[in-house]
Every structure is written in structure tokens, then in C-alpha cells.
């Protein structure tokens, strides 16, 4: 009974300060809500890198001329390309992989009074493999296309609704540079990763492009995927994969590769921990501003115990205990950091749901992370409350009545 007539008490003290009490909770609520949006939006960023490399293809390795340095301004040293031979020992050689060979060449467009410049990719049929890609209409290439390099394409989604209004192109031929082209499939959509639109692509068998478009027998990059059935690791196959260009490119031990291989995986991994790692730092710093709401709540209670004195020396005359006193303020001061905590999840939860939505990332609650800002909120009012209630119910009686 005590206890519930002293929570009242407590209650009805911040009922009377409403403006002041809002005011104290201010800095808990923003506080609560800087660590919920920082953590969620960095959650989301995570998520969507990972997201976006997974849509380039599962298990997927790049193979490129060239040595590649590490650092702030990375670059790839100039080196012979890869030849068909390489593609073919590959395919011969490494079990348990799609192999794909890629050339290509940037090349205007156009269908009726339609152009659109983009980058016509040579391949073959391994391309939907590695990549992952499946065709929305239409067939892949035939391999007597491939063999006499037929001129026949693959769209993405974006030439389509560039050149041909989002209808059918199935069957319709378009210019490709100086080429005329027939279109016999349609990719389905990838969307855009890392600023790129992945739909914004043409695909033609590997000679079409090398003779037609480039006037070369480069290959200029060589995707390879593991097989979903394959009892081997994209390490192990990366491996493999430099084992054998080091043999075939003839480079002796201790010289350096003219060749590097991309693991995709690695890169996914990376950019997860380094968004990780940001989050929990952004985390970190948002919630300093949870101590700053602590210290607001200290400051406003030290100012209430000494603006209540000789409501506190009534108190303890009349025979309330200096603990009844101490729970008193202790419990007003929970009171205003449980009230902002709660508002704080409410802004905190709705605030990074819009911004992740404008950012057009996919929004994850973490509930973990939700009860653990709550969580903090209510240990600051317990811990900042604590000096200023222990402070009033030390206060002597009779001093506190002569209290003006």
C-alpha cells in the first residue's frame, strides 16, 4: 500500500510539470531514436549490399587480364587477354563450374526513330549460368549461332522499354553499330546494383561481337560460377583457376600474376563487416546523446528536489521514511526516461523506415536492438535519478521546513 501511495505521488508530481517533464524526456527520445534509426539504417545498407552481389550471380568468380593493386585507387595493370583456348581449358579442366567468356564494346542502338547507346556484351550460353540470369521470353543462343557467329541478340528489360516502348521484340531486328540484329530473347529483370543497371545490357554470341563490334579475338573477362551440385569451395576452384592461368600464361614461380581472380563472396563478406562495423559505431555515437537526456533528467530532478523542499521536510516530519522519499523521486525519474524511451522507438522505428524507404532499401525491425535503446533508457533514469532522490531523502526535517 505504501509503495502504490508513493508511485502516486510520484505521478502526480510530473502530472503537475507536464511541459517541463516532456521537455526532460526530449533528450532520451532523441537519444532512443538516433541508436534505433542509425542501427536500422545501417542494417538495411548491409543488407542491401549483400543483396545487390548476390544478384550478380551465387558462387560467381571474375577472371581478368591484368594484376590488380589493392588500396584507395585500385587498377589493373595492362596484360594480354585471354583467348578461347583459356575458356576451353577451363571448361575442360576445372570440374564442377560454369564457365562463361565475355567480350565487349559499347555501340549505338537503334529501332524505327529509336537509339539508346549501351555496352553489347559477347558471350554464351554459359553467361545465364554464371550469372544466374534467366530469360523472361524467348530462347538462348543455338550453337550453330555461336560457332558462325550469327547476329542475334538477348536484351535486357531497360532496352526494351527504351527502344521498343516496353512491346513484345521478340522476332524484330534492330541496328547494333553497323549490324543488324535479330532479337530472340528477353532477360527477366535484375534491377540496379551499385548504381548500375543490370538490365541496360545486350547480349551477342562471342564472334558476333568480336568480329562485327570489335574487329578483335579478345576476351576480356571470364565469369565462373561453382555449380550448385558441385562437392568443392569458390576458394578451392579460385585456386584451380590461378594454378592453371599461371601454367598456361606461362609464369614462372616468384614472378607476379598478369592475371587476378574475383571472388565475389570475399567482396560480399568485406563490405558486410566494414557496414557492420559502421553501424556499430554510428550506434556508439548516437548513444552519447542517451547520456546527454541522462544528465538533462539529473539536472531537472535536482532542481525539483530543491524547489520541493518544504514539501519533502512536511513529509519526513509527519513520519514518511527517508526511503518512501528516495523511491518517490526515483520513480518520477524513471517515469519521464520511460516515457521518452517509448516515444523514442516510435520516432526512432518510423523515422528509419522512411528513410530506408526513401534510400529504396528494404526495411528490417530488429526487435534486439529496439529493447536493448528501450532497455538503456530506463537504466539512465534509474542511474541519473538515483543522486538527486538520495539526495532528498537525506534531507533533515527541520531544515527543510525553514526552507523559503
Known amino acids: 500500500m505504501i509503495l502504490w501511495s508513493t508511485i502516486v505521488l510520484a505521478f ?31 542494417q538495411a545498407a548491409t543488407q542491401s549490399v549483400t543483396g545487390q552481389i548476390s544478384s550478380l550471380g551465387s558462387g560467381l568468380l571474375y577472371v581478368l587480364p591484368g594484376t590488380s593493386r589493392r588500396g584507395p585507387a585500385a587498377v589493373s595493370g595492362a596484360a594480354e587477354s585471354f583467348a578461347s583456348a583459356d575458356v576451353d581449358a577451363l571448361k575442360r579442366d576445372i570440374l564442377g563450374v560454369h564457365v562463361a567468356p565475355v567480350t565487349s564494346q559499347r555501340a549505338l542502338l537503334v529501332y524505327g526513330n529509336a537509339n539508346y547507346a549501351t555496352t553489347v556484351t559477347g558471350t554464351d550460353n554459359g553467361f545465364f549460368l554464371t550469372r544466374d540470369w534467366e530469360l523472361s521470353q524467348g530462347r538462348s543462343f543455338e550453337a550453330r549461332e555461336l560457332s558462325r557467329g550469327a547476329a542475334v541478340c538477348v536484351v535486357g528489360q531497360t532496352v526494351v522499354d527504351e527502344l521498343f516502348a516496353g512491346e513484345d521484340p521478340i522476332g524484330d531486328s534492330m541496328r547494333v553499330g553497323k549490324a543488324s540484329c535479330s532479337i530472340i530473347g528477353v532477360l527477366t529483370s535484375k534491377g540496379k546494383s551499385f548504381g548500375n543497371d543490370q538490365d541496360e545490357i545486350v547480349l551477342m554470341p562471342l564472334r558476333a561481337v568480336q568480329r562485327r563490334l570489335a574487329g578483335t579475338t579478345d576476351i576480356h573477362l571470364i565469369y565462373v560460377s561453382v555449380s550448385s551440385a558441385a562437392q568443392t569451395s569458390t576458394r578451392a576452384v579460385k585456386l584451380a583457376i590461378e594454378e592453371l592461368l599461371r601454367e598456361r600464361r606461362r609464369i614462372r614461380d616468384g614472378e607476379e ?34 547520456l546527454v537526456g541522462g544528465i538533462g533528467i539529473m539536472n531537472i530532478m535536482m532542481v525539483s528536489v530543491t524547489e520541493r523542499t518544504r514539501e519533502i521536510g512536511i513529509r519526513l516530519a509527519i513520519g514518511a521514511r527517508g526511503r518512501e522519499v528516495l523511491l518517490q523521486f526515483l520513480v518520477e525519474a524513471v517515469a519521464v526516461s520511460v516515457l521518452g524511451g517509448a516515444l523514442g522507438v516510435v520516432v526512432g522505428v518510423v523515422g528509419s523506415w522512411y528513410a530506408v524507404r526513401q534510400l529504396k532499401m528494404e526495411f528490417v525491425v530488429s526487435p534486439d536492438i529496439i529493447g536493448l535503446a528501450f532497455a538503456f533508457s530506463v537504466i539512465i533514469g534509474v542511474v541519473f535519478g538515483f543522486v538527486p532522490a538520495r539526495k532528498a531523502a537525506r534531507l533533515d526535517p527541520i531544515e527543510a521546513l525553514r526552507h523559503e
Open 12 to 42: 502526480k508530481a510530473i502530472a503537475r510539470n507536464r511541459m517541463r517533464s516532456l521537455l526532460t524526456a526530449l533528450g532520451v527520445v532523441i537519444g532512443v531514436a538516433s541508436v534505433i534509426g542509425m542501427v536500422h539504417l545501417g
Open 257 to 290: 600474376d598478369d592475371f587476378h581472380v574475383r571472388d565475389m563472396e570475399d567482396i560480399a563478406n568485406t563490405l558486410s563487416s566494414t557496414t557492420s562495423i559502421l553501424t556499430a559505431l554510428l550506434g556508439a555515437v548516437a548513444a552519447v546523446s542517451l
